[in-house]
């Protein structure tokens, strides 16, 4: 299984809301990633977990706040988003830091209005 | 820092061969990934240099020349499938060896 499932695929919230996206590997990684790409620009790291710790937080906002419960599964969870805070955001996961191939999903395509 | 530079549109012939250059001036510099991403999806993975030369994978293959700051990415026998864009991505030597994308170039393939 070389699969990085992300749930919901597309999500509206509005600007009070609060929400989490889901990230879910089965290949025993033990680095997770999480991306904001907006379109036509690079994807943009936010957070890395190595061995469920965070590891690298890119100055994101406090709104964003990721969780890992286990080595499977990354949380992102979202309050108080921005208009500006609308892209696709990915979760990517490698076998662990550094020079290892990122596997990524596909992707939970954002929108706040 | 990272900076890493690539032409941002291509355009090619399917049956043709296009390279795909990408420049980088880095703080620190442990490996060069290239990734493919289609419109709307996620990337995948393409290859990864971290000495100098030539990397085969069948169609594609990748170059690496760390004096210069250079790589390119080969793209034989091109076919329409081919139309993406093609992110460059630097590894740096910190603690957890962040790795930094560049700006991406959108090929795309005619017939």
């Known amino acids: 299984d070389t699969e990085v499932t992300q749930t919901p695929k597309h999500l509206v919230m509005g600007m009070t809301n609060k929400k989490s996206l889901k990230c879910e590997q089965h290949m025993g990684h033990r680095a997770m990633y999480w991306y904001k790409q907006k379109a036509k620009k690079p994807p943009e790291l936010m957070f890395v977990y190595s061995y469920e710790k965070l590891s690298i937080n890119e100055s994101v906002p406090s709104r964003f706040s990721p969780e890992c419960p286990n080595s499977s599964l990354l949380n992102l969870h979202l309050h108080a988003l921005q208009p500006e805070d609308s892209a696709l955001y990915l979760c990517?996961?490698?076998?662990?830091?550094?020079?290892?191939?990122?596997?990524f999903g596909p992707g939970t395509r954002l929108t706040v209005t | 820092g990272q900076n890493i530079d690539q032409p941002t549109e291509m355009t090619a012939t399917e049956g043709a061969i296009v390279q795909i250059n990408c420049t980088y001036q880095t703080s620190g510099f442990n490996g060069l990934f290239w990734y493919q991403q289609h419109a709307g999806e996620a990337p995948t993975f393409l290859s990864y240099?971290?000495?100098?030369g030539l990397e085969e994978k069948g169609r594609f293959s990748s170059f690496l020349s760390r004096s210069k700051g250079y790589s390119y990415l080969l793209l034989k026998e091109l076919q329409m499938k081919d139309s993406a864009s093609y992110l460059c991505a630097v590894r740096d030597t910190g603690g957890y060896q962040k790795v930094t994308f560049g700006t991406g170039t959108k090929l795309q393939v005619i017939p």
């Open positions: 990517a996961s490698s076998q662990r830091t550094g020079g290892y191939e990122q596997y």
């Open positions: 240099n971290v000495l100098d």
